[in-house]
T-cell receptor, first 113, second 117 residues
Framework: DTAVSQTPKYLVTQMGNDKSIKCEQN?????MYWYKQDSKKFLKIMFS???????INETVPNRFSPKSPDKAHLNLHINSLELGDSAVYFC????????????FGEGSWLTVV | AQSVTQLGSHVSVSEGALVLLRCNYS??????LFWYVQYPNQGLQLLLK??????LVKGINGFEAEFKKSETSFHLTKPSAHMSDAAEYFC???????????????FGQGTILTVHP
């Protein structure tokens, strides 16, 4: 069983479209994250949720809206997609906060054309 | 604020040779340090981590890393490289600055390890 699963794995879409990436974890963790890996492989946190509450928002444009319907799910919705949004988006989870291992999903490759 | 610098974006070794991937961090509070590995088109897998206690930590696949506070370093080593070690490696730091970081990982730029036969 995949611990952190995200769908879709690959997504190609046109500029201006709206798209969502779904994420689910079956580890019983209470904290979930979205990380973005750009074309140079640089990884940076976007959001962090704890028990469905937004904890970290790293100055991400308002076009990105995370939603956590429950502790096991953290979805990412992106409005009005731009070319610069092309990246790999990783969902992750951990039990609690600092120092605990963060488990990553397989990634969602988003290409905006 | 916390940051990570990985020295060398590419490291190339021969199979059987020592692997040394360098990582230096900056943190205003005691850090938690991690090494992750990423194989092509896959997610990140934890190799090892340092939280507290023993400064030499052992991880999966024969890797180990030593936390050196005086040098602000957390270099990753493996005595003998294997072809299957070829991947990209990321060093990361997490620091509880008064609880505001909430587990946030700050990553280095990554080091691509190539292993030659």
């Amino acid at each position: 069983d995949t611990a952190v699963s995200q769908t879709p794995k690959y997504l190609v879409t046109q500029m201006g479209n709206d798209k969502s990436i779904k994420c689910e974890q079956n580890l019983g963790h209470d904290t979930m994250y979205w990380y973005k890996q750009d074309s140079k492989k640089f990884l940076k946190i976007m959001f962090s949720y704890n028990n469905k509450e937004l904890i970290i928002n790293e100055t991400v444009p308002n076009r990105f809206s995370p939603k956590s319907p429950d502790k096991a799910h953290l979805n990412l919705h992106i409005n009005s997609l731009e070319l610069g949004d092309s990246a790999v988006y990783f969902c992750a989870s951990s039990a609690g906060f600092t120092g605990n291992t963060i488990y990553f999903g397989e990634g969602s490759w988003l290409t905006v054309v | 604020a916390q940051s990570v610098t990985q020295l060398g974006s590419h490291v190339s070794v021969s199979e059987g040779a020592l692997v040394l991937l360098r990582c230096n961090y900056s943190s205003s509070v005691p850090p938690y340090l991690f090494w992750y590995v990423q194989y092509p088109n896959q997610g990140l897998q934890l190799l090892l981590k340092y939280t507290t206690g023993a400064t030499l930590v052992k991880g999966i696949n024969g890797f180990e890393a030593e936390f050196k506070k005086s040098e602000t370093s957390f270099h990753l080593t493996k005595p003998s490289a294997h072809m299957s070690d070829a991947a990209e490696y990321f060093c990361a730091v997490s620091a509880d600055a008064g609880g505001t970081s909430y587990g946030k990982l700050t990553f280095g730029q990554g080091t691509i390890l190539t292993v030659h036969p």
